[in-house]
């Protein structure tokens, strides 16, 4: 099996790059965060019915599967 060799200022400028998709990563969390925040608002300016506890249900069950993948990242980092 072929493997590519990486030279040396690859490997010296790998943690600079790992920093780098760290923060990105951690801007696209606050942006998610955000969105979320954002649903939430506007699922309780919906009048008081069905759609509104469904809004508010999916918006649940979203921010249980995310808080869920986070853990399973930070588990792996």
Excluded: Y
């Excluded at 801007?27 to 300016?45: F, G, P, Y």
């Amino acid at each position: 099996m072929f493997a590519p060799r990486l030279d040396h200022a690859v490997w010296e400028e790998r943690p600079l790059i790992q920093d780098a998709v760290e923060v990105l990563e951690i801007s696209k969390m606050q942006e998610i965060v955000t969105m979320l925040a954002n649903l939430r608002d506007a699922a309780h300016q919906l009048p008081e019915g069905p759609e509104r506890q469904n809004a508010l249900c999916e918006i649940k069950d979203f921010q249980i599967r995310l808080a869920a993948f986070v853990l399973r990242l930070c588990s792996t980092a």
